[in-house]
């Protein structure tokens, strides 16, 4: 299996702004003229978190910072968390000599303030080591959303953009193993921002959750984004499932159920090419309303996913509660394949209890050939994730098909 979008450019921080955060003067000048060797200009340095954030004011458009743990004044770890809330959204590199398990953590806790990470380089730090975190996928500007306006945006702000047709989605598609046939897209649904470009859904999502009645409509437009576009894939012989996720908040509505039932009857899209995601670590606040929608919506055709699956707390919990048929493995466990027996044995026992479960199992994340094949090997049933294709406005997946066909086997 070949990437079908491979990267044209040979050196991969070519034209990139970068900083480099590490306290030994001899390992940061080291690891600055390691990066203008792979195309940066001359980064911008600092010796701990608090020069890093001093210098992200002065600075605040940069796509790539590494970043040392362990650092007088203020450590890596107190830096991602400080960044990530004054809303800097560069990519990460972790420049480390801890062990895996703190460098997993610190990957999922970035993660969950919305920073991705690319990647760890154990010191000490050698070129090949860093050329090989930054070229694989993702990375910089690879059609990642733009970074998150300073300072949070209200609600006034997205029900505006909500009013005035500013919300789309990109669909990500997922492939089968056997075949590598293209089952099923998600819709990732993103915000063309009149002033600050396109924006990911972490830029404006905990913010509309906070509102159940602007979360709901945005659900719905989503709806009608998606009805759309498969209505366009099916006059030209495209018919693939689309899932969307559901927010906590709404599924804790009563009757939201019946929004959606109306709304999909409106937009005449057929329940069987629709699946509902409901993130597993997401806080449930009323289990009867919860269980009632999914159960509604269950029983009247549309598959159910559970998303991230096993990094939240409730996991089996959720799985004899809901009546899901499709299991999500976390990119967290997929980018710790193949070599990590760790991470092997989780995907092997997820993908073996979705087979008991008669769950179809979806791996989220694989982003090199390694991954696919390990994940093929273990029987997981579809796959999505850069190494496959990224996601992309919906007018060009038929393109991809086309073009993903003598690629993929």
């Not at 990437?3 to 040979?10: E, F, K, L, N, R």
């Not at 505006?160 to 997922?174: A, I, N, S, T, V």
């Not at 915000?191 to 999502?205: D, K, N, V």
Request: with cysteine; aromatic share 6%.
């Amino acid at each position: 299996m070949t990437d079908p979008t491979p990267a044209s450019v040979s050196l991969p921080l070519a034209g990139r702004v970068v900083m480099v955060v590490e306290d030994s003067v001899i390992q940061r000048t080291h690891l600055a003229g390691l990066v203008v060797e792979l195309g940066a200009p001359a980064p911008l340095e600092a010796a701990n978190g608090l020069e890093a954030l001093a210098q992200l004011e002065r600075a605040p458009v940069i796509d790539l910072i590494l970043t040392d743990l362990e650092m007088p004044g203020m450590d890596g770890v107190t830096f991602i968390g400080e960044m990530a809330s004054r809303g800097y959204r560069p990519e990460l590199i972790i420049v480390s000599s801890q062990e895996q398990n703190v460098l997993r953590s610190v990957r999922l806790m970035a993660a969950t303030f919305g920073l991705p990470v690319a990647g760890f380089v154990q010191k000490p730090i050698f070129r090949e080591d860093l050329a090989k975190v930054l070229s694989g996928p993702p990375f910089l500007g690879r059609s990642a959303p733009a970074p998150a306006p300073q300072g949070e945006i209200g609600l006034d702000e997205i029900r505006k953009g909500l009013r005035d047709g500013e919300f789309l989605c990109f669909f990500q598609p997922q492939v089968t193993f056997q075949g590598a046939h293209l089952k099923g897209v998600e819709a990732l649904v993103r915000w063309r921002h009149p002033r600050s470009g396109m924006l990911g859904p972490g830029a404006f999502l905990p913010q509309a959750e906070a509102d159940p009645d602007l979360m709901s409509g945005l659900t719905l437009h989503v709806l009608e984004f998606v009805a759309r576009q498969w209505q366009g894939w099916n006059t030209r012989g495209l018919k693939v499932e689309v899932s969307v996720n559901l927010s906590a908040q709404s599924l804790s509505e009563p009757a939201f159920a019946d929004r959606i039932l109306a709304k999909v009857a409106e937009l005449d899209l057929p329940p069987r090419f629709l699946v509902f995601e409901m993130t597993e670590s997401a806080s449930v606040s009323n289990l009867g309303h919860t269980l009632s929608n999914l159960n509604r919506l269950r029983m009247r055709g549309f598959g159910l996913s559970i998303d991230d699956f096993g990094t939240g707390f409730a996991t089996f919990e959720q799985l004899e509660r809901i009546p899901f048929t499709e299991l999500k493995v976390d990119q967290s466990i997929t980018r710790g394949l193949p070599g990590s027996e760790r991470h092997a044995i989780l995907a092997r026992n997820m993908i073996r209890m979705a087979k008991d479960l008669r769950l179809t199992s979806v791996a989220e994340g694989i982003e090199t050939q390694a991954q696919w094949d390990a994940l093929k090997a273990l029987g997981c049933d579809r796959g999505q994730g850069y190494f496959l294709g990224r996601p992309m406005p919906g007018a060009q997946l038929k393109d991809w098909v086309l073009a993903a066909r003598s690629h993929l086997k």
